[in-house]
């Protein structure tokens, strides 16, 4: 019996969610396609009361951690002891192909606490890699001590979310006397934009910068980075462990071709007391490589639902960057944040915007991106003619007045504040 076919049998039979979403299907299908796909919210609300409608079994032993969302059912992932320990050991074997060295000595910047599982998830796999020496710093840290740290103890390779690396250069550009002998940042949980890396290539320059894992609490082992094959964005699939589908968003029929974007699924095949079976990730991606090879390649193209809604319109962060680059010969981003707020019974958005360099004629160069932004998004600028939105706001900002989860550290692109007060 192939490990799908036990994994359902098993699944089907012990998780009344996945009982009730798979009685209709007969006992002997062994083709995945074929299963129903998993409803995220559907999902973490059987999920509630410590698992009882996921999870196979009585969870008596092992770890649990909450994901970094915020929005939503809380969502709270558990793990029996060995399959954090299989998580972590496929995920360490992957760790091995992003660049890193024998002896590298790398600093984990990642967020701990409050039930999150970055930095204890990237601490466990670097021991479980066998390769380099780990020094958890964390990044709740302040930046003064993080670099004094990086300093003292000749790290050179950094771990973290791009926003702690963002930080640390700002940091950096304010103290021109202090240098860094950092050969390669890996990072996770956020992706970077080209102003940020261009940034990165100018002041530390010697820095090669690599995705540390694809990962995620509630998927698990997602993709590594195979520093001798893949470009930005690209991953390789764990086959040992996942079956990764790429779908189509309005049909949900499997894409196998590359190039064709669709959303992506994941089934781990070593989870089971909380099983993941055609479970959506919350990303888009496609295949870079034929279906044939091995651990195949895919590339993230960004969330799948990351937008905000101004009234009946939305507005992507894929837009936002897309702007951007339209004014890259002008100003370059480093970083920006999308607030949503209501009054006056209308919805209000106000773009943060943290440049490389202050521009010159900001306030000028504010209004001509807002008006651009209005021709792309022409939805936008009709209902602001209809007055059913405010006007966009732009605001240019330094790099700590971008809000962060307190207790990720990744960059909150969208707020929405409508509810609150």
């Not at 798979?22 to 919210?41: H, L, R, T």
């Not at 300093?151 to 791009?162: C, D, G, Q, T």
């Not at 702690?164 to 940042?185: G, M, Q, S, V, W």
Request: aromatic letters at 10%; a neutral charge; hydrophobic letters at 35%.
């Amino acid at each position: 019996m192939n490990r799908f076919r036990e994994l359902v049998n098993f699944t089907r039979k012990n998780s009344p969610y996945y009982r009730e979403l798979y009685k209709n299907m007969p006992d002997a299908c062994e083709n995945i396609s074929e299963y129903p796909i998993v409803d995220q919210v559907d999902f973490w609300k059987s999920n509630e009361h410590f698992g009882k409608g996921i999870l196979t079994s009585e969870f008596t032993n092992g770890i649990v951690f909450k994901s970094g969302g915020t929005s939503g059912n809380p969502k709270f992932s558990y793990f029996t002891r060995e399959e954090w320990n299989s998580f972590t050991s496929v995920s360490g074997r992957g760790f091995r192909h992003n660049g890193i060295k024998k002896g590298d000595r790398i600093a984990n910047l990642f967020y701990a606490g409050e039930l999150y599982a970055s930095f204890i998830y990237v601490t466990d796999l670097i021991n479980q890699s066998g390769v380099g020496i780990s020094f958890p710093i964390s990044g709740q840290t302040s930046i003064e001590k993080i670099v004094h740290f990086i300093k003292e103890l000749n790290l050179n390779v950094i771990a973290s979310l791009p926003t702690t690396i963002i930080n640390i250069l700002a940091y950096l550009r304010e103290h021109p006397e202090i240098k860094l002998n950092i050969d390669l940042i890996l990072y996770g949980g956020e992706s970077f934009y080209i102003d940020q890396l261009d940034e990165i290539r100018e002041i530390l320059p010697e820095a090669k910068v690599n995705s540390i894992l694809y990962a995620s609490v509630d998927g698990g082992e997602l993709g590594y980075f195979d520093a001798s094959s893949c470009i930005k964005g690209e991953h390789r699939c764990f086959d040992e462990s996942t079956i990764m589908e790429i779908i189509d968003e309005e049909t949900n029929e499997v894409i196998s071709e590359p190039n064709c974007p669709g959303k992506l699924l994941v089934t781990n095949l070593n989870r089971k007391l909380m099983p993941l079976i055609r479970y959506p990730v919350g990303d888009r991606a496609m295949w870079t490589e034929p279906k044939e090879v091995p651990n195949r390649k895919f590339k993230l193209l960004g969330r799948s639902e990351e937008g905000a809604r101004i009234g009946p319109a939305t507005l992507y962060v894929q837009d936002i960057i897309s702007i951007f680059k339209h004014f890259n010969d002008k100003v370059k981003l480093l970083n920006f944040q999308l607030i949503i707020t209501h009054h006056d019974k209308k919805d209000q958005a106000t773009l943060k915007i943290v440049p490389k360099k202050m521009p010159k004629n900001a306030d000028i160069l504010g209004d001509k991106i807002l008006q651009y932004l209005y021709s792309q998004r022409s939805m936008l600028k009709d209902l602001l003619k209809e007055k059913l939105i405010h006007p966009i706001i732009l605001q240019w900002c330094s790099p700590s007045d971008i809000e962060c989860n307190p207790r990720t550290g990744k960059t909150k692109h969208i707020q929405d504040k409508r509810l609150e007060g």
